[in-house]
């Protein structure tokens, strides 16, 4: 039986928090801030690093932060195609 590995992540446009337990211990937890300024290709590179961080621990579940509803429609929009990338 493979030892449970989750990931859970709290995404956003411009930082994603993560923190991973390996066999329900806490392991590591930190969060993913590139530097560019197009929001695309910031969630593109958070995406590559959760690849990254799933490549190295075999992650068996991911658990995500739920979408909340904003008065801004753009930011929901960009919000709920992030988490679909890095998802």
């Not at 923190?19 to 590591?28: I, R, S």
Request: net charge positive; proline share 1%.
């Amino acid at each position: 039986m493979l030892e449970e590995v989750i990931l859970s992540l709290d995404v956003s446009t411009t930082c994603t928090g993560y923190a991973l337990y390996v066999g329900g211990k806490h392991k590591q937890y930190g969060y993913i801030k590139p530097k560019s300024k197009d929001w695309l290709t910031r969630v593109r590179e958070m995406a590559s690093t959760v690849a990254s961080i799933n490549s190295a621990y075999k992650v068996t579940h991911v658990v995500i932060e739920d979408t909340y509803f904003s008065k801004n429609i753009k930011t929901v929009k960009k919000l709920c195609i992030a988490q679909g990338i890095i998802l």
